[in-house]
Structures are given as structure tokens and as C-alpha cells.
């Protein structure tokens, strides 16, 4: 056994390697988990036997583990389950049963023993909720209509799972005794029962009240997580079940609180570190010696996870309803084999049921499948788009758990499609609905959808990944499309279909950063937002407050209030003295912050725009009365959608008074509303105009103005 040093050594070894990896991937844009597998590989006992201390590797994976577990469990809520319970059910078992059945036939081909043959059907059966849950969050698309399926039916392979290692350890124990079998089920059930009873009294009496002392402290709440996970992880072992099945538990019953958020993304880089070790002792385990002669096996029965669960998986979804793509993304997530599989190899392996060259057979098959898989999952969109048409056997004509979008959408003027409604995105759609644009609203989350749907806004199910959507809706009628997702390569297709399709409408693109920005520019996007860059812009500003300057003690009955005026408000381009505070409310503008500068006393003259912080004084009740007039909506569109700008040509006569006069005398602008851009003068053309440009006759001049203006202008063929 290796003393402190070496296994801290050996463990610096593994992170560097690591490391080392991870960068060759980023460099060949290939997936870290990829990456850490290969690591793996190479420090197990097959090629530099770096790897000695398995059972602290083994631990810090399994805490990996419980974590990621227990942060599926905070995002998994009481009405999803009501929602996706049937279909993870049915899709559940019926991959389990499918799989298993046409996995013993193959075995059984194969002439494998009756006893081997059923366990390799069995451990081919369960996939990686790991890292299907992994490869989800980095998509982020976990909580996708798919994504949610997935987790549901791969929670329901891991109950199947936990329930067949009591079965055979059962059995392997006590042949025997027939009724061994039946109590332990009995008894697993209980514990079960037992453990949602207690969990359901402390979510309902002791937790709500428990987080709210603790998240006084950030620390002390992100302390308590971890504690609450691993407990409950520990607990569920003990009990029989598993860690994850124990650890998932501890997630669902803080799931409900309002804290959920904070905690997972604290713990999410947490988890992430752990997981590392996961998939390095999962590629350590891979013995080459023991597969050698079963190579030609692995490569069936990989090729069978690899295609036939998702198709399995495909044909009971279309069967229940849902659209084909929907089966397809969902079905890849079960195209590799779980942690699960070889545990119930290394089960029958201690029973003598099995021998160690099918333990290696099945950990090849892991390799592979978990390999390939990973790079289905993340290039799905793509694989949809190449396999679309062959795959509309396995949808039904009227896919009825998902209505197709309503085809009268494609002909209706929008004004605004707005792709992604999360923090940012729902942001946006509040205030563009304020200004009573029309809205048509894109997320691929039902939970916000359904929020929205209550409040009158027009919503719709959609993954703009999905090549059928681009003709379900109006991007041909919309003057907009605005993306808020956070994904440079999906906004780039995004680009692309707008692009190849030759709609006419304007892109705006939400961009993380200074390179990404670069790349929508490029892309032909017109407007990129830059959410993290202009909150830092105002954070800066607000340090710049006018309440600082005030007396840290006034002995009259007043209150001092900062109000800022937002960008849709009514007072915007006024003067002070036409909102008539004073009169309307009892209060007193006594100083303006603006662009890191502080405007004390302002005059009557002083003009209010956006973003404009102002200091009042005055009774409480009225400041609260200046804060709604100052801040209301005047239900005006900022636009007339009849005026826009128009451009138009007018020709200088012979008869003409202009002739000779500069174009600052003109007065254009004065007499006609438009301004000169251009002008054509024979075969020369003047395209930055000067004021003191002389007009000549002959000369036509190139005007713009708003199209009440150039349609009055246009009635004089010339001047």
C-alpha cells in the first residue's frame, strides 16, 4: 500500500496528464470527456501503470458522481415529473426490454452460455446518466422537451438497474432459500417508501426554514449542499440502493426551495473536477490483455448499442406521439453503456456467474460506445439533418404530444422573433411587450413557455437547431430576429439558414465576449448585444451616485430618493420645467447623474434622457408618486411604422432659384423636411456634400427624409 506521499505524487501525475490532455483535445476540438478517458488509457495498467491508488481515485469519483446526481436533482421539478412520468416510464422499460431481449438473441448467436448470454444482454442495456448529463449541460440543452425525456427514462434504467443488483446479489447469497429473493425486494421497497416519507416531512417542515438561516452565509449554504449530498449519498448505500440513486434524492428534496440556483452553480465547478477522476478510472479500467480475443464480439455489440438503441428508442416515442426528432435526439443519449454495466459484470464476476475476459469485453464496449456516443450527442443537430428524411417512418402523420406550429404563423407580420427566453431573454421580451411590440417568442423549455403563455404573451416550442422550423415560422414577415442563446455555433447556424434562405430580416445576437461578437459580425449579423459588457458599463456609472454628496444628517421631516429613467418612459426628451414635479407631487429635482458626472441643481431648461438618475427630495408618499410619473410608459410606439426613410432624386431646373446658391443657402432641410446626401453632376457624383458646395442647374440632388416628405417632394419633378 502506498504511503501519503506517493499517492499525492501519483494524483499530481494524474492531474497533469490530465491537463496535458485536455489541451491536445481543446487544440483538435475534441471533447474533454474524450480527452480524460484516452488519460485514463494511458496511466492504467495496460500502458504506464501511473494509477496505483484505485481507492482514492475510486472515492473522489464517487463524490464526482453524487454531486452531478445531486445537481440533477435540484433542476428536476414535482410538475415535470407529472409531465414526462408516462413517456420516461414506457420509453424506459421498453428500451430495457427490447435491448435486453435482441442483446440475449445476439449473445446467444454468438454461442455464449445461457448465464453469460444473459448477463451481457443485461449490462448492455443501461446507459450513462453521467454522461448523458454532461454532455446535456455543456450543450445546454438539459432542459430541452428531449433533454428532460432522456433524464427521465435514463432515471428509470437506473431504478431497473438498483433493483436488478439487489435481485442477483439475492440470489447469488442464498440460492437456496427461495423466499430470500422475495423479502429483499420487499424490503427494498420499504426502505424506499420509508426514505420519500421522511424526505417529503423534512422538505415540507424543516428544510424551508433551514436554508433561510444558512443563506445568511454563502459559504455556510454551499457547506451545506455538499454535506446534505454526500450524506444522503452514504445513506442510500447503506440502505441498499446506491450513492447516485441517494445522492439524486438530496437534490430533489432542495429542489423546491428558492435557493436551488445558487447552489448548483456553485457547485458546478465542483463537480466538474470530480468528475475528472471518473472517467480516468474508467479508462484506467480497460485491460487490453482480456479483450484480445474478444474484439470481434465488442464490435457487434457496440455497433448495436451504437445504432439499435437509438432506433428502439425512436420507434416508441414516434408510436407514443412525439416528433421524430424529438425520438432521435432522445435516443442518442442512450447509445453507450453505464457505470451500472460493469458493476453488475464485476458482481457476477465475484458470484463465478461470469469470468474476468467478459468483464473486459463489456469494459471495451463501454469504451467504445462512450467514445462514439459522446460525439453523436454533441453533433445531433447535424446527424438529424443528414438522416431527416429517412427517419419520417418512425413518426406518425399527426404527431400529437407535439402539435406542429401553427402554419398560419408563416403569413402573420412580426416584429420581433425573439429565439431563447431565459434571464436575458424574458428580460427583453418584458419590455418589448411593454412598447407593444409584436412579440413572437421561441424557447425550447416548456416550464418558460408555460410561464409566459399565462400572461398573454404568444409563445412558442421550437429548437432552432431543428431545419423544419425555418418554414413554420414568419421569418419572411419579421423585421427582427433576436437571439439570446448562448451558443456561438447554434447562433451561427442561426446566420446561416437566415442567410441561405434569403429572408429579408435584421439579426440581433447576444455575444459572451469580444471574440464571439467578431464572429457574428462577420456572420452579417447587424446587432450584437453584449449583456456582461454594458451591465459592467452601468455598475461603473452607478458608483458615480448623486446621494453621496447629500448630508449624512438633515433634521427636517425629507426623504431622498435616486429614480432612474428608463429607456420606454414617457419623460424621456423632456425639459424639467414640462414634468412639473413640484406641482404635480410636492418634490424637487435637486441633482441629475449622467455618464460618471453629477449635475447639481439643475435649471428648468435641463433635458432628461434614458438613463438619467435623478435625486429627489420631498415627502415619502410623493417621491413615490413622482417615481410612477416619472418612469410611466406613454403607450406610444417610438416609431410610426408610416415613416420611414425613403430616398428620392430631384432635378435642378433652368428656372430654378437654387442655381448658384451653396447648400447651406438652400435651406433644404427647412423648406422641404430632407436633407442632401448626393449629387449627380454629369458624369461625376458628389458623395460627401459640404455646406458651401454651390449648386449648379442641371444638377439632380440625392435626398433622404421620412416618406411623408419625399412623397411631397416627389410631386415636383424639379425644382
Not at 177 to 186: A, M, P, Q
Not at 272 to 289: M, N, S
Request: hydrophobic share 50%.
Amino acid at each position: 500500500m502506498h504511503n501519503d506521499s506517493n499517492t499525492f505524487l501519483e494524483i499530481a501525475s494524474i492531474l497533469c496528464l490530465s491537463t496535458l490532455f485536455g489541451i491536445l483535445g481543446q487544440r483538435l476540438r475534441q471533447p474533454l470527456i474524450i480527452m480524460f478517458l484516452a488519460a485514463g488509457i494511458l496511466a492504467g495498467p495496460s500502458c504506464l501503470g501511473v494509477i496505483q491508488s484505485y481507492e482514492q481515485i475510486e472515492l473522489l469519483s464517487h463524490i464526482g458522481i453524487a454531486l452531478l446526481l445531486f445537481i440533477v436533482g435540484l433542476r428536476l421539478d414535482i410538475n415535470l415529473i407529472r409531465k414526462i412520468g408516462k413517456v420516461a416510464l414506457a420509453t424506459g422499460l421498453g428500451q430495457i426490454i427490447f435491448t435486453s431481449l435482441i442483446g440475449f438473441l445476439i449473445a446467444i448467436t454468438l454461442k455464449m452460455p445461457l448465464l453469460t448470454a444473459a448477463y451481457v444482454s443485461v449490462a448492455l442495456t443501461f446507459s450513462s446518466t453521467i454522461i448523458v448529463v454532461k454532455l446535456l449541460s455543456d450543450k445546454r440543452e438539459i432542459d430541452s422537451l428531449y433533454g428532460q425525456i432522456a433524464i427521465g427514462f435514463l432515471i428509470v434504467q437506473d431504478i431497473a438497474a438498483i433493483i436488478g443488483l439487489i435481485a442477483l446479489t439475492s440470489f447469488g447469497d442464498s440460492v437456496s432459500h427461495g423466499y430470500t429473493f422475495y423479502k429483499s425486494l420487499l424490503l427494498f421497497f420499504g426502505k424506499g417508501l420509508g426514505i420519500i416519507i421522511v424526505l417529503a416531512f423534512l422538505m415540507t417542515y424543516v428544510i424551508p426554514m433551514l436554508m433561510r438561516r444558512l443563506a445568511h452565509s454563502s459559504e455556510l449554504l454551499t457547506l451545506f449542499a455538499i454535506a446534505w449530498a454526500i450524506f444522503l449519498a452514504a445513506t442510500g448505500g447503506s440502505l441498499g440502493f446506491t450513492r447516485e440513486v441517494g445522492a439524486f434524492l438530496a437534490g430533489v428534496s432542495l429542489a423546491s426551495t428558492e435557493y436551488r440556483d445558487s447552489i448548483g452553480s456553485r457547485l458546478s465547478s465542483i463537480r466538474d473536477f470530480l468528475l475528472l477522476f471518473f472517467f480516468i478510472q474508467l479508462g484506467a479500467r480497460l485491460e487490453w490483455t482480456a479483450v484480445g480475443s474478444q474484439i470481434g464480439s465488442s464490435i457487434l455489440f457496440s455497433a448495436f448499442i451504437l445504432v439499435g438503441n437509438p432506433l428502439i428508442v425512436l420507434a416508441i416515442m414516434g408510436f407514443m406521439g412525439y416528433r421524430r426528432r424529438t425520438g432521435f435526439l432522445a435516443g442518442l443519449t442512450v447509445a453507450q453503456i453505464s457505470e451500472f454495466s460493469l458493476i453488475l459484470c464485476a458482481v457476477g464476476v465475484s458470484l463465478g456467474h461470469i469470468d474476468s475476459k467478459i468483464m473486459g469485453f463489456i469494459t471495451m464496449v463501454g469504451v467504445v460506445t462512450i467514445f462514439l456516443s459522446t460525439y453523436m450527442i454533441l453533433y445531433s443537430g447535424e446527424l438529424y439533418i443528414f438522416f431527416s428524411k429517412a427517419l419520417k417512418i418512425f413518426e406518425r402523420k399527426n404527431p400529437f404530444r407535439e402539435p406542429e406550429i401553427d402554419s398560419s404563423l408563416a403569413k402573420n407580420e412580426i416584429d420581433v422573433i425573439l429565439i431563447g427566453l431565459g434571464t436575458y431573454g424574458s428580460g427583453l421580451l418584458k419590455f418589448l411587450n411593454q412598447q407593444e411590440k409584436k412579440i413572437l417568442g421561441i424557447d425550447f423549455d416548456p416550464e418558460i413557455l408555460n410561464k409566459w403563455k399565462k400572461e398573454g404573451i404568444f409563445v412558442v416550442y421550437g429548437d432552432i437547431t431543428d431545419p423544419d422550423i425555418y418554414d413554420q415560422l414568419p421569418f419572411a414577415k419579421t423585421k427582427w430576429v433576436v437571439s439570446t442563446i448562448r451558443s456561438e455555433r447554434i447562433n451561427l447556424l442561426l446566420a446561416s439558414n437566415i442567410h441561405k434562405k434569403g429572408y429579408p430580416c435584421k439579426m440581433a445576437f447576444s455575444a459572451q465576449n469580444k471574440n464571439e461578437a467578431e464572429t457574428f459580425k462577420e456572420a452579417g449579423v447587424h446587432l450584437i448585444f453584449r449583456p456582461f459588457e454594458d451591465a459592467t458599463e452601468q455598475a461603473v456609472d452607478l458608483l458615480n451616485n448623486a446621494m453621496d454628496y447629500l448630508p449624512e444628517s438633515v433634521d427636517w421631516p425629507l426623504s431622498f430618493c435616486e429614480i432612474r429613467i428608463r429607456a420606454d418612459a414617457g419623460v424621456a426628451g423632456k425639459m424639467i420645467r414640462e414634468l412639473s414635479l413640484r406641482t404635480l407631487c410636492g418634490v424637487s429635482i435637486i441633482a441629475i447623474s449622467r455618464g460618471h458626472r453629477v449635475y447639481f441643481d439643475p435649471a428648468p431648461e435641463f433635458c432628461i434622457y434614458p438613463g438619467d438618475r435623478l435625486l429627489l427630495t420631498g415627502m415619502s408618499n410623493g417621491i413615490k408618486m413622482a417615481e410612477e410619473v416619472l418612469n410611466r410608459h406613454d403607450g406610444k410606439d417610438t416609431v410610426n411604422n408610416t415613416e420611414i426613410f425613403d430616398i428620392a432624386e430631384i432635378k435642378i431646373s433652368d428656372r430654378s432659384g437654387l442655381s448658384g446658391k451653396t447648400v447651406a443657402e438652400s435651406c433644404f432641410r427647412q423648406k422641404y423636411g430632407v436633407t442632401i446626401v448626393g449629387i449627380k453632376r454629369e458624369k461625376s457624383q458628389i458623395t460627401s456634400v459640404s455646406p458651401m458646395e454651390i449648386l449648379l442647374e442641371g444638377d439632380t440632388l440625392v435626398v433622404i427624409g421620412v416618406s411623408s416628405a419625399i412623397h411631397n417632394l416627389k410631386k415636383l419633378s424639379t425644382l
